[in-house]
């Protein structure tokens, strides 16, 4: 399930699970509400996409404003398909604009309050984390390789290890990313998801010489691997690239795409 949220023309997702919590902002983004153009019209949230820096700083901007985030509060990282998570604090803030990135980390999270924890996404599965017990928060960007590194039983992992959370207080929402559908691989990538673990070609069907994985049920099977709840674990069941006209998507568009974002922090 999902909640679509309209502050004027800033459109922006939630989860019915996570609304719940008034000490809790999150938000997935839309396309809608930002100033870019062209492939990147309009809230496109990525420098290294092609668009002009100076539009996409006016959209982080904005999109900081509507949901009352104080852009120096935010922490981005560079993110190249791993599944290295990385726990947060204050001296990570304050460099959204300023062009210095924490490299090689695709999942984040934190106890402490007032860090934005921000993650980037066009078809790969964002997965948002929080444990109402102890106070924690956590984003995961989990594209088909992060899903096959199990991303989402790290950060659930991380949550255990670090913050002594039990798994069955943890929530967890999968945003809007690729659908099985559209999630079209071949046989080389097949083999390495049924390589990885047997079980996922239960999440597996084929369309002639092609393969289709459902990257949120496996993420889901690998969260509740580690001991997550099933009715905690929220499928916003959208798809970017089925709703591009809403969502930016790298297949969709040729490669030619802004960025969306997946926000989550503790007030
Ligand atoms: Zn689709």
């Known amino acids: 399930m999902y909640k679509l949220n309209d502050l004027q023309d800033f459109k922006y997702v939630t989860f ?9 902002i999150h938000c997935f983004t839309t396309r ?11 809230m496109n949230i990525g420098f290294r996409t092609g668009d002009s820096a100076e539009n996409v700083k006016r959209n982080v901007e904005i999109m900081a404003e509507k949901l009352n985030i104080n852009v120096d509060n935010i922490v981005r990282t560079h993110q190249t398909h791993t599944n290295n998570v990385m726990y947060v604090t204050e001296e990570h803030k304050g460099k959204m604009l300023s062009g210095s990135e924490i490299e090689n980390v695709d999942g984040l999270y934190t106890d402490k309050k007032n860090i934005a924890l921000m993650s980037f996404h066009a078809d790969c599965t964002p997965i948002f984390f929080y444990d109402p017990v102890k106070k924690a928060a956590g984003i995961a960007h989990a594209g088909w390789r992060g899903t096959l590194l199990n991303i989402a039983g790290k950060m659930v992992r991380a949550f255990i290890d670090d913050f002594n959370s039990e ?18 691989v071949d046989k080389d990538v097949a083999d390495l998801f049924l390589n990885e673990n047997s079980e996922f070609e239960k999440y597996m069907k084929t369309k002639g010489s092609k393969y289709h994985f459902n990257l949120w049920e496996i993420n889901s099977f690998l969260m509740r691997k580690e001991g997550i709840e099933e009715k905690n674990i929220e499928l916003s069941n959208l798809c970017t690239k089925c709703n591009n006209h809403m969502f930016f998507s790298h297949r969709g568009q040729g490669g030619k795409r802004g960025l969306l974002a997946g926000i989550i922090m503790m007030k």
């Open 16 to 24: 019915p699970s996570f609304d719940g919590y008034d000490d809790l």
């Open 32 to 42: 809608n509400g930002g100033v870019s153009d062209g492939p990147f019209k309009s």
């Open 167 to 184: 798994p069955s207080d943890i929530i967890a929402a999968i945003g809007p990313s690729l659908c099985q559908d559209c999630f079209e």
